[in-house]
C-alpha cells in the first residue's frame, strides 16, 4: 500500500490562532498522578488549524459541516505546485498557466510553501490570496473542493467575504491551514480529508491524510 502522509497540523495549547478568534487551551482535566486516568480539556474555535469551511461559514441558508457530502471529501485531488511569497496574490492566470486544471479535476489542492510558517506570527499576516477573479474562474470549474496551505483563499478584510461566498456559493468544500503538501508531488493524490460532524456548525476543524496516486 501507498505511505499516507499527514496533511494536518497539530492542535496544541496556546497555538496560534486567525487574528481575533478565540485562543486554543488544552488543559488536564484528570492525570495519571492524582486520578489514575489521563483527560484533557479542549476550548477553541471551529475554524483553527487545519479545518473546513462549509457553505454556512459565509451563506445564510448554506450547508453545515454536518452536512456535507463525504464524496467531496475523500477521492482523487490534483495538487498544484503554485509558489507565492507574502503578500502576493493568486490570480486566475496563474490558474490557468499551470495548464493542470480540466473539467475532469473535481478536487484541488494548492501547494503556495505557506505552510512552512505555520506556528509563527507570520502565517496570519500578509498570506497570498486568490483574486476574485481567480476565485470566479475556480468556480466556474465545477470542483467540489479546494484545499491551500494558507488560512483562507481571501484576505481578512475582503469586502464583504466576496471570495468566500463565490466558492462556497459554488458549493466548493474549503480546506484551510493544510500541512505537509511538499510530502507530495504535483499531479493526481488521493485524499481523505474528514471533518468533525459538529452539528449546526460553519466548519470543524478535520484530520487531512493523502497519497500518491495508484496504490
Not at 496560534?16 to 495519571?32: A, K, Y
Not at 503554485?82 to 501547494?111: A, F, M, W, Y
Request: aromatic share 6%; hydrophobic share 35%; proline share 8%.
Amino acid at each position: 500500500m501507498g505511505h499516507w502522509i499527514d496533511l494536518t497540523h497539530p492542535l496544541y495549547d496556546n497555538m496560534p490562532v486567525w487574528p481575533g478568534d478565540r485562543p486554543v487551551q488544552v488543559s488536564d482535566e484528570m492525570t495519571m498522578e492524582r486520578d489514575g486516568c489521563s483527560v484533557q480539556r479542549l476550548e477553541m474555535g471551529n475554524h483553527a488549524g487545519t479545518h473546513v469551511d462549509a457553505p454556512s461559514h459565509f451563506l445564510p441558508s448554506g450547508l453545515t459541516v454536518d452536512q456535507l457530502s463525504l464524496h467531496a471529501c475523500v477521492g482523487t485531488a490534483r495538487l498544484v505546485f503554485l509558489p507565492k511569497e507574502q503578500g502576493q496574490i493568486i490570480t486566475r492566470q496563474d490558474l490557468e498557466n499551470t495548464q493542470c486544471l480540466s473539467e475532469s479535476v473535481k478536487r484541488i489542492i494548492l501547494r503556495i510553501g505557506w505552510g512552512t510558517r505555520f506556528g509563527t506570527p507570520d502565517f496570519y499576516y500578509d498570506f497570498p490570496v486568490l483574486t476574485k477573479e481567480a476565485s470566479e474562474y475556480l468556480a466556474g470549474l465545477d470542483i467540489v473542493l479546494l484545499g491551500m496551505d494558507t488560512p483562507s483563499p481571501s484576505p481578512i478584510n475582503d469586502p464583504g467575504q466576496a471570495i468566500h461566498k463565490t466558492l462556497l456559493g459554488a458549493g466548493i468544500v474549503l480546506v484551510e491551514s493544510m500541512a505537509n503538501l511538499h510530502h507530495l508531488p504535483a499531479g493526481d493524490i488521493d485524499i481523505c480529508i474528514l471533518p468533525l460532524p459538529m452539528r449546526r456548525t460553519s466548519g470543524a476543524p478535520c484530520r487531512a491524510i493523502g497519497r500518491c496516486c495508484g496504490f
